[in-house]
């Protein structure tokens, strides 16, 4: 099972800006869909953004915009640029693999193990 090394993550002051980068244990180039995801404790997991192998992106309506996810096949890594940052945006930061039919919006599973996550935190 593929792992996945999530980093970048700090301090920010609203409006500011944090690039995350996910670093997989194995090749990404078959994969179909990387995604982002965030979670604030007491609260579900949920997806903020994804790129498919074809070049697709696709964002949650929050975020449209202002992050900008990008994957770089070749080095089996994973990046998300986050600009114009709001405190609401505050979350641990994670990526993986969704897998399914429906793998943006329920995903029947993941491919990799969850990493540790990036911690961001917007706050002034």
Do not use: H
Not at 6 to 22: D, F, I, K, N
Not at 38 to 46: N, Y
Not at 79 to 100: F, H, I, W
């Amino acid at each position: 099972q593929v792992q996945f090394v999530e980093s970048g993550g700090g301090l920010v002051q609203p409006g500011g800006s944090l690039r995350l980068s996910c670093a997989a244990s194995g090749s990404i180039f078959s994969i179909f869909a990387m995604g982002w995801y965030r979670q604030v404790p007491g609260k579900q997991r949920e997806v903020v953004a994804a790129a498919t192998k074809g070049g697709n992106t696709i964002y949650k309506d929050s975020v449209k915009g202002r992050f900008t996810i990008s994957r770089d096949n070749a080095k089996n890594m994973v990046y998300l640029q986050m600009n114009s940052l709001k405190p609401e945006d505050t979350a641990v930061y994670y990526c993986n693999a969704p897998r399914g039919s429906m793998w943006w919006s329920a995903p029947e599973g993941y491919l990799g193990l969850w990493g540790q996550g990036a911690l961001v935190t917007v706050s002034s």
